[in-house]
């Protein structure tokens, strides 16, 4: 009878066994507090990195993500790259629903497998597997698994356990093992404010967060990475797309890379060569040379998107971009620094974090960082840089892609930690003078000028590649939205590129814009820069207040009233004065028909406390008021 026995109970307890592992990925398990606000769960994200040798490293990853609504579609990416030097040795994803019972399996064979980037056979080792999937019921839950084995060590892929807003993390994991006992280098970013048990040792890295709820997103809040817990690995000697290396700073990284960028990559035909000669011929200072240069680049060659990293961190030849006319980033800014070098002017390829959210290199901690890819030129202590992918931009001009942030120098001698210039506060500057004419029947003619500068220059510049009717669209759609029966008359654009300044000469009219009745005409003053923004109300603010750009507005408006109409008492002056920045309107009568209208607006960069975010959503709901305000003029008797 017992013989008998054990079979049956082996039988009865497997479906058992797996009922429970099932059971285990139900949405209805997850803990109240973890679901509060949250798109979606973390509820195991693991990875796992063993570097085997110098030119060996496994990384293995499992993540298993429920998702609470649409908006937490994102969390449950399943995809996987790899290229000639990265091979994915195992690839899976399962699907569960609410209850956690499986409803669609993935195997390697059903994953879709895309080229990285549109860049056509020059990038046609960088590719992606993913799989499409569509839900159809909320919540959902994803079990993604995947392991690739690459022979570049020089990038350890980084520990970043919360990885958006309105996420929480059930349970994230992060080791690294190193059986070799190779130096390990780690930074740690903002884990001061968060739960992370470190188990490291000597030779290996184990950092684990549990039972993390949501963070929300606040408006005008810090960067997401200076706030968010990350990790940083790296080791001392490694290898890159077959290259080994070995250094201990950013100087001895920097040479390393210096010699695996240059590797014949900046080698250009002969008569190429001859043919910038040429348009150099006869000037002999580096600046301008630079420029003619930087002009010819600009009109030969055009850009593809891709970022560094992908295809790997070596450009294409220069003599591949000049025979194709195009490239990214990395071959556009090899190419450019190339041509320089046949005219004599030195420059150096240089790593960045592009992007508006002014990311840095970490001065401290060296490494394959970045994403993108500029061209610095030493000029006696005021460097020049140039953005190698735009045709439009002017010379040394970067804008808020890659302004303010370190940037590593790759040169012969080393790489070298620089800052890019800062656009700050009033230096992005905006004038507008305008001459207004409020006509009987409610309408107005203005005629309008503005002029931008830094940053504002930045936001306007792209307006003289617009069609005529995109342009007045924009006007009309756009910037002077709320300007019912606007007109636009006539545009005139001026870009400056000597100067970086834009010009935008403007002919208006306006339709039923003051309200008119038997006794008075009333008009809102500020016809053409009116600013209402107003942060978001917090009752309980948890994050910093960052204000990212500081601008200034200046604007002076000639506004002559209808005939028949006279002016009584102007508004008072308006001062407001704060450390978030200032503003100013002042009202001048010239005479009984016309009167000036004058506003200076200036808001400063800089990060402040949560305390401060009520202090600058009053300024801004002040300066709002501001802005509506109107005027009433008396018809005569």
Known sequence: MIKNLTPKLFF???????????????????????????????????TEITIADVDEMVVARRKVVTVLNKLGNSYASMQESYDDDTKITKLSAVIYDAFGTKINKYSRNDFLDVSAVDGGTLYSDSRV??????????????????????????????????????????????????????????KENNFNSYSVENTSTEFEINYTMNNQKVVEYESNAPLFSDIMPWLLVGVNEFTLKKIKGKANDWSEFGKWRYDYLKNGNDNLPDEVKQHVISLVKGVTDPVEKAKIVYKYMQNKTRYISVQEGIGGWMPIPATEVDKVGYGDCKGLTNYTKALLDAVGVESHYSVIWAGEDQRNIEKDFFGMQGNHVILNIPNKGNDIWLECTSQTIPFGFLGDFTDDRNVLVITPEGGIVKRTPAYKDDTNLKESKAVIQLEADGSLKASLKMVSKGLQYDAVSYYDTFNEEDLIKN???????????????????????????????VQASIKNYASVNEQEYLFRVNVFNKNSFVPKRYRTRKLPLKISRGYKDVDEYEIIIPKDYSLTVLPSEKILNTKFGSYKVTFTKVNDTTFKYKKIMLIKAGVYSKEDYKLYRNFRRSISKSENLRIAVVKNK
Do not use: C, M
């Open 475 to 505: 006007y009309k759609s756009n910037v002077w939205s709320y300007n019912n029966n606007l007109e636009i008359e006539s545009v005139n654009l001026l870009n400056d590129k000597d100067k970086v300044s834009f010009t935008e000469d």
């Open 129 to 186: 597997k993913y799989i499409d999937f569509t839900p159809i019921s909320y919540p959902y839950t994803v079990v993604f698994e995947s392991e690739y084995k690459t022979t570049s060590t020089g990038f350890i892929p980084s520990w970043y356990p919360i990885n958006g807003y309105f996420l929480s993390v059930e349970k994230s994991n992060y080791k690294v093992y190193n059986p070799n006992h190779f130096k390990i280098r780690k």
């Open 12 to 46: 009865l307890f497997l479906p058992f066994l797996s009922i429970s592992q099932e059971i285990n990925l139900s949405a209805l398990l997850i803990p109240p507090s973890l679901k509060e606000n949250a798109n979606a769960v973390i509820r195991d994200n693991s």
